[in-house]
């Protein structure tokens, strides 16, 4: 079985990265091949949080991708946990701290 990473999904998605191309071509060939693919929980996650950050992709995803972050701030507001993270806080009683701020 054939477990899937982020940054293929990330490539695959993302046209404006020089290896696109490569990336699609191996994620469709795998998806209509016969061997078993496996795109894990974490790498899904993955995916859609940084497909959807404006800070991070030239032509972001929309707002149906970036739900993903709302299922984090939600899960940390659900369990009382606080998230560290470099994205901004935007959701009402989350509690959020970016770790790599001095």
Request: overall charge positive; cysteine-free; hydrophobic content about 50%.
């Amino acid at each position: 079985m054939i477990l899937v990473d982020a940054n293929i999904l990330i490539y695959a998605f993302d046209a404006d990265s020089p290896q696109h191309a490569s990336a699609r071509r191996w994620l469709d060939g795998r998806l209509n091949d016969t061997a078993r693919v496996a795109l894990p929980w974490p790498s899904l996650l993955a995916f859609l949080r940084i497909v959807a950050n404006p800070r991070v992709m030239q032509r972001p995803a929309g707002m149906e991708l970036a739900r993903t972050s709302a299922n984090l701030a939600a899960l940390a507001i659900e369990h009382g946990l606080q998230v560290h993270s470099t994205d901004s806080a935007r959701f009402p009683g989350l509690r959020w701290i970016n770790p790599l701020i001095v």
